[in-house]
């Protein structure tokens, strides 16, 4: 019973998988090209190399449900070094991240999903771009992760963003995961834009887990 | 030849450039980074051909062609890179359009084809291809109309609709024998109805044009038109033009210009 109950969960949790979104791709595969005709060999083979690792990660179906917050942050800087690319100096990123938060164990592929929601509704459609911001910090031994981005105050406030596969997906998985024991919400702040926040209980991986090699 | 380019990512834009460098006779007159701005140019700049990326922020590649009058309307080499619905429109207009990432010879090919449009006849056709998508692929008819009674609210399909007929404030739905009153006035009706489909007869009569089975003649173009389910309806001669084209179109699909 209780494995049936397990593997009704992992499947329900590879269902939910992230897929990456052909028009990013495509796209940065486009800005690569545009970087060989223009003969900046590095940085075309740095972004060939980038768009191989988002691959990579969601084709993993070996991957964990849960991994380091580190990790994670590893692999959104991947995905918004590719951003950076495409976007130029219209995406703009601020990251706070609190030290004692990078060994807590968080639902693998989290971030990512959310913070392409963010640039897409928050940075892509505006002319003038835009500011992504990720914080995190621990507060009574439960981790609290907030995605914001900038934009104006009225934006997607009638609740189209709420229906974004992204976000759906994303409440399924905590909810499988931690049951009623976690937080997950969206806001519009006062100041403009949009805030994601996720709060779960805090547990630190364990070691052999740490030390993940980072691409920089 | 003078070329804008528009697309929201700059690497996008300078790739077009790049691989414009190696035709001598074309010269890139702007570039635009979103649709409002792209508008302006076209108008200011009136550029022989336009690389225009569908998808941009604020106002997309179609918003653009819709806000252009038909005369000022380009030759256009679309950039797209995955808008499924929007390759079976360039397919089936024949318009030209590029995937990202750009493959050098299918530049080339559509840079050619750019070129042979220089003469005023093929410049014309291209724009009334644009038109027909604009008009074909951007404007959506609802598919149902919910009618409420009391506190019942019935739906009543679009593709079940025969004929419409005006009574007072609220048009009358005629499908499969039955009437719903639905409060809205023709003319409000008429543009939430495919004209493809649907024709206006009579300033109180909208039939669907697959359900017209007769049309007899009375006079001064007026006519008394017979539909499947028995029903007969007078035409007015203020709408004879429609009647008379639809009637000389032969082809109910065809899109008519509304």
């Given at each position: 019973m209780l494995r049936a109950e397990s593997e009704a969960r992992a499947a329900r949790l590879s269902a939910l998988r992230y897929q990456l979104n052909p028009h990013f791709l495509f796209n940065s595969l486009n800005a690569a090209s545009t970087l060989i005709l223009d003969g900046n060999a590095p940085a075309a083979t740095r972004m060939l190399a980038q768009i191989g690792e988002l691959l990579r990660a969601t084709l993993d179906n070996d991957a964990l449900p849960e991994t380091p917050l580190s990790r994670e942050l590893a692999f959104v800087k991947q995905y918004l070094a590719i951003e950076q690319t495409r976007l130029g100096e219209r995406l703009r990123v601020d990251m706070a991240i609190?030290?004692?938060?990078?060994?807590a164990i968080v639902p693998g592929m989290l971030l990512q999903p959310l913070v392409e929601n963010a640039i897409r509704?928050?940075?892509?459609?505006?002319?003038?771009g835009g500011t992504i911001e990720i914080e995190s910090v621990l507060r009574d031994h439960r981790v609290l992760i907030a995605i914001r981005n900038s934009g104006p105050r009225t934006s997607n406030h009638n609740g189209k963003l709420s229906k974004g596969i992204g976000l759906a997906n994303t409440a399924e998985r905590l909810e499988t995961l931690y049951g009623d024991n976690h937080r997950f919400s969206l806001s519009w702040p006062e100041a403009g834009g949009c805030e994601v926040t996720i709060e779960v209980p805090f547990r630190k991986a364990a070691p052999e887990l740490e030390g993940v090699p980072c691409a920089h | 030849m003078r070329a804008l380019i528009v697309d929201d990512e700059p690497l996008a834009r300078r790739g077009v450039a790049l691989r414009l460098?190696?035709?001598?006779?074309?010269?890139?007159?702007g570039e635009c980074g979103d649709g409002s701005a792209a508008v302006q140019k076209i108008l200011a700049l009136?550029?022989?051909v336009v690389f225009l990326?569908?998808?941009?922020?604020?106002?997309?590649g179609f918003e653009v062609l819709r806000a252009l009058p038909r005369e000022n309307l380009p030759s256009v080499i679309f950039l797209t890179a995955y808008e499924r619905h929007a390759l079976r429109a360039f397919e089936v207009h024949a318009l030209d359009y590029l995937l990202k990432p750009v493959d050098d010879e299918r530049f080339s090919a559509a840079v050619e084809r750019a070129r042979q449009m220089g003469d005023s006849t093929s410049k014309l056709r291209m724009a009334e291809r644009i038109l027909q998508m604009l008009h074909r692929n951007c404007v959506t008819y609802p598919s149902r109309f919910p009618v409420r009674s009391g506190s019942r609210i019935q739906v009543v399909l679009t593709e079940d609709i025969e004929w419409v007929a005006a009574a007072g404030d609220y048009a009358e739905l005629h499908s499969a024998g039955h009437c719903h009153l639905l409060r809205e006035t023709m003319n409000s009706l008429e543009e939430k109805l495919d004209p493809s489909q649907f024709?206006?007869?009579?300033?109180?009569r909208i039939v669907r044009v697959r359900c017209i089975r007769e049309l007899h003649a009375i006079e001064n173009r007026e006519y008394r038109v017979k539909l499947l389910d028995g029903s007969e309806h007078r035409s007015s001669r203020t709408y004879a033009d429609r009647l008379e084209n639809w009637l000389s179109s032969g082809n109910h699909e065809r899109s008519r210009p509304s």
């Amino acid at each position: 019973m209780l494995r049936a109950e397990s593997e009704a969960r992992a499947a329900r949790l590879s269902a939910l998988r992230y897929q990456l979104n052909p028009h990013f791709l495509f796209n940065s595969l486009n800005a690569a090209s545009t970087l060989i005709l223009d003969g900046n060999a590095p940085a075309a083979t740095r972004m060939l190399a980038q768009i191989g690792e988002l691959l990579r990660a969601t084709l993993d179906n070996d991957a964990l449900p849960e991994t380091p917050l580190s990790r994670e942050l590893a692999f959104v800087k991947q995905y918004l070094a590719i951003e950076q690319t495409r976007l130029g100096e219209r995406l703009r990123v601020d990251m706070a991240i609190s030290k004692d938060t990078l060994d807590a164990i968080v639902p693998g592929m989290l971030l990512q999903p959310l913070v392409e929601n963010a640039i897409r509704h928050g940075v892509a459609p505006l002319i003038e771009g835009g500011t992504i911001e990720i914080e995190s910090v621990l507060r009574d031994h439960r981790v609290l992760i907030a995605i914001r981005n900038s934009g104006p105050r009225t934006s997607n406030h009638n609740g189209k963003l709420s229906k974004g596969i992204g976000l759906a997906n994303t409440a399924e998985r905590l909810e499988t995961l931690y049951g009623d024991n976690h937080r997950f919400s969206l806001s519009w702040p006062e100041a403009g834009g949009c805030e994601v926040t996720i709060e779960v209980p805090f547990r630190k991986a364990a070691p052999e887990l740490e030390g993940v090699p980072c691409a920089h | 030849m003078r070329a804008l380019i528009v697309d929201d990512e700059p690497l996008a834009r300078r790739g077009v450039a790049l691989r414009l460098k190696k035709f001598k006779d074309v010269e890139i007159v702007g570039e635009c980074g979103d649709g409002s701005a792209a508008v302006q140019k076209i108008l200011a700049l009136s550029p022989d051909v336009v690389f225009l990326d569908v998808q941009m922020p604020g106002m997309d590649g179609f918003e653009v062609l819709r806000a252009l009058p038909r005369e000022n309307l380009p030759s256009v080499i679309f950039l797209t890179a995955y808008e499924r619905h929007a390759l079976r429109a360039f397919e089936v207009h024949a318009l030209d359009y590029l995937l990202k990432p750009v493959d050098d010879e299918r530049f080339s090919a559509a840079v050619e084809r750019a070129r042979q449009m220089g003469d005023s006849t093929s410049k014309l056709r291209m724009a009334e291809r644009i038109l027909q998508m604009l008009h074909r692929n951007c404007v959506t008819y609802p598919s149902r109309f919910p009618v409420r009674s009391g506190s019942r609210i019935q739906v009543v399909l679009t593709e079940d609709i025969e004929w419409v007929a005006a009574a007072g404030d609220y048009a009358e739905l005629h499908s499969a024998g039955h009437c719903h009153l639905l409060r809205e006035t023709m003319n409000s009706l008429e543009e939430k109805l495919d004209p493809s489909q649907f024709l206006r007869i009579h300033r109180s009569r909208i039939v669907r044009v697959r359900c017209i089975r007769e049309l007899h003649a009375i006079e001064n173009r007026e006519y008394r038109v017979k539909l499947l389910d028995g029903s007969e309806h007078r035409s007015s001669r203020t709408y004879a033009d429609r009647l008379e084209n639809w009637l000389s179109s032969g082809n109910h699909e065809r899109s008519r210009p509304s």
